[in-house]
């Protein structure tokens, strides 16, 4: 053979290994294991990939662009495993990566058919490989400056959230850029299939081809023209991102008002409270002596339920919640419906003020959509959130209903209000999985739960 099997594996390895740095940098908070568990994973997939270039090169395969494709899949795989993030930033990181390797192939074997012809007609003769990774180390150090520091940073919570309080769990995108990224990664694979085409189209054998000049021009001139789409393309979700985040600190803003509103509304009910306390104590004093004792009772009653001093002023010490609460109770109480609310959480209870808010928003929320729906009187919407130990946050929401809630044939919940599944609860589960958590939800008995739990630690 023009080349041993040793030479093989030493280019498997240069191949794989500085790319997975590149990988690692990027993505180094999100990874789903240890370090140790990832290299674990790593192993096997390297092996089957100097497996495959082996079958490659010594003829197993017919078509050695087969190899390539398999190649990439299996990198896809690997990376959709051991990553915890959207499908579609993980194939933009990767196809951009392939691309640029191709420059770097490119540019090695050009290189050392200047400097050693003979040698680099044995296509994966060892000065290829080191060549090769000189070019590699060079154009991964420009990827992580030009494209994939942006790209890093393109990094905000999973919904509609405050751009504030993050702890220490790492913060992931928003709904919006995140189904940008469900086809934005076509790009980068757009770019990948030309290359393909490039490479493996023609009769000329591909590693003549990679000595060609005007192909390693017309490889550099792709890529590098590639990389102003691939900076609009960040600078787009950036943007989008930006936007939704100023969207969620208003919506913020607008619950720190109706919050305020509501604690202004309860200072003025107690003020007047306070002066026809005299009046009230008056009447009862005349319905006592006179020995109207059922007739004082109802006044008692009556007049206790409409102070409202039954309401809680602050229903747990954590602003975000309070601040959701404050929103929905006199929606509740406008639409008739009898509330049982007992949070007590914690001002930081190791889940963001973000998260706090989409869970109790969209939760509170539906359950007030479907109460308001009953015809009966009989509407009723419970509220528990408490700590359990120090890292356990346990929330259950229970509301009554008339309609039965529709389920797809997987027995997902699908939405009231649309076709498809029920956006609210997907959001709340995709919280629900970031806390490494639990979701059950239930509807039986005209009563329709949800109960969560969430590992804050």
């Given at each position: 053979m023009p080349f041993s099997r040793w030479?093989?594996?030493?280019?498997?390895?240069?191949?794989?290994?500085?790319?997975?740095?590149?990988?690692?940098?990027?993505?180094?908070?999100?990874?789903?294991?240890?370090?140790?568990?990832?290299?674990?994973?790593?192993?096997?997939?390297?092996?089957?990939?100097?497996?495959?270039?082996?079958?490659?090169?010594?003829?197993?395969?017919?078509?050695?662009?087969?190899?390539?494709?398999?190649?990439?899949?299996?990198?896809?795989?690997?990376?959709?495993?051991?990553?915890?993030?959207?499908?579609?930033?993980i194939l933009f990181a990767l196809l951009v990566v392939c691309n640029f390797s191709n420059l770097s192939v490119s540019a090695a074997k050009y290189v050392e058919g200047l400097i050693s012809p003979v040698d680099a007609l044995k296509r994966y003769h060892w000065t290829f490989s080191v060549w090769l990774l000189v070019f590699e180390v060079l154009i991964l150090l420009f990827l992580w400056q030009v494209i994939f520091k942006s790209f890093r940073q393109s990094d905000l919570p999973d919904d509609l959230s405050f751009a504030q309080n993050s702890t220490a769990r790492p913060r992931r995108n928003l709904p919006e850029s995140r189904s940008l990224w469900?086809?934005?990664?076509?790009?980068?694979?757009?770019?990948?299939?030309?290359?393909?085409?490039?490479?493996?189209?023609?009769?000329?054998?591909?590693?003549?081809?990679?000595?060609?000049?005007?192909?390693?021009?017309?490889?550099?001139?792709?890529?590098?023209?590639?990389?102003?789409?691939?900076?609009?393309?960040?600078?787009?979700?950036?943007?989008?991102?930006?936007?939704?985040?100023?969207?969620?600190?208003?919506?913020?803003?607008?619950?720190?008002?109706?919050?305020?509103?509501?604690?202004?509304?309860?200072?003025?009910?107690?003020?007047?409270?306070?002066?026809?306390?005299?009046?009230?104590?008056?009447?009862?004093?005349?319905?006592?002596?006179?020995?109207?004792?059922?007739?004082?009772?109802?006044?008692?009653?009556?007049?206790?339920?409409?102070?409202?001093?039954?309401?809680?002023?602050?229903?747990?010490?954590?602003?975000?919640?309070?601040?959701v609460l404050s929103y929905y109770i006199p929606k509740m109480k406008a639409a008739g419906i009898t509330s049982d609310i007992h949070v007590n959480l914690p001002k930081d209870p190791g889940i963001t003020s973000a998260d706090l808010s989409i869970l109790f928003s969209n939760l509170t929320e539906n359950a007030l959509e479907a109460c308001s729906r009953q015809t009966s009187s009989d509407r009723k919407i419970s509220i528990n959130a408490a700590m359990r130990g120090e890292n356990i946050m346990m929330l259950t929401v229970t509301n009554s209903y008339e309609i039965e809630p529709r389920k797809n044939a997987q027995g997902t919940f699908l939405s009231s209000k649309r076709q498809g599944d029920g956006i609210g609860l997907e959001s709340v589960r995709s919280i629900v999985r970031r806390y490494n958590g639990r979701c059950s939800i239930d509807a039986k008995d005209k009563k329709f739960t949800v109960q969560i739990m969430l590992l804050t630690a």
């Open positions: 030479e093989c594996l030493l280019y498997s390895v240069v191949s794989i290994v500085p790319f997975i740095f590149l990988f690692y940098k990027t993505f180094k908070d999100r990874f789903r294991y240890s370090v140790y568990r990832t290299i674990l994973a790593l192993i096997p997939f390297t092996a089957v990939q100097v497996c495959i270039q082996f079958a490659a090169l010594y003829g197993y395969l017919r078509w050695i662009g087969l190899a390539d494709l398999i190649s990439t899949a299996l990198n896809v795989l690997l990376l959709l495993i051991v990553v915890r993030d959207h499908y579609g930033r469900g086809y934005l990664w076509l790009v980068p694979a757009t770019f990948y299939l030309v290359w393909m085409y490039m490479f493996y189209q023609g009769g000329e054998p591909a590693v003549v081809k990679l000595m060609h000049l005007y192909y390693l021009l017309v490889i550099t001139a792709v890529d590098f023209g590639s990389l102003l789409i691939y900076g609009l393309i960040i600078r787009l979700v950036r943007d989008q991102e930006e936007k939704l985040a100023l969207r969620s600190e208003n919506y913020r803003l607008e619950l720190q008002t109706v919050q305020n509103q509501y604690i202004s509304e309860r200072i003025e009910q107690t003020r007047r409270l306070r002066h026809d306390l005299r009046h009230y104590l008056s009447t009862a004093e005349m319905l006592a002596n006179a020995g109207e004792w059922d007739q004082l009772r109802r006044f008692i009653s009556e007049t206790a339920e409409n102070s409202g001093l039954g309401e809680p002023l602050v229903f747990c010490a954590n602003t975000a919640v309070n601040a």
